[in-house]
Nanobody, 120 residues
Framework: QVQLVESGGGLVQAGGSLRLSCPASGRTNSVGWFRQAPGKEREFVAAISWSGGTTNAADSVKGRFTISRDNAKNTVYLQMNSLKPEDTAVYYC????????????????WGQGTQVTVSS
């Protein structure tokens, strides 16, 4: 059983930064970050393989967000820089077995989410 508890969300001004954390108990091959804005479908943000050798990111966040992992701490991070109001959403981390997948159905376990709000 994999347990996921996201943290690091909050309120930040446009142009600011936040770092989200996802400590994941148990072995998994891929950890992904997804987000859901009010009234919108949940969408892929970024993913990383267990080894860290495979990463994937949505075009909307490339160059601004960086996903990384510390296997010694069993934690995946999402560093978010140059935040925009359109990044406002609940951010979820999830684990699965397809390395770096952007497909939600490839993920088996999901956290409860952490709110990120970017003010203009």
């Amino acid at each position: 059983q994999v347990q996921l508890v996201e943290s690091g969300g909050g309120l930040v001004q446009a142009g600011g930064s936040l770092r989200l954390s996802c400590p994941a108990s148990g072995r998994t091959n891929s950890v992904g970050w997804f987000r859901q804005a009010p009234g919108k479908e949940r969408e892929f943000v970024a993913a990383i393989s267990w080894s860290g050798g495979t990463t994937n990111a949505a075009d909307s966040v490339k160059g601004r967000f960086t996903i990384s992992r510390d296997n010694a701490k069993n934690t995946v991070y999402l560093q978010m820089n140059s935040l925009k109001p359109e990044d406002t959403a609940v951010y979820y981390c999830a684990t699965g077995w397809v390395a770096g997948s952007s497909v939600q159905s490839d993920y088996d376990y999901w956290g409860q989410g952490t709110q990120v709000t970017v003010s203009s």
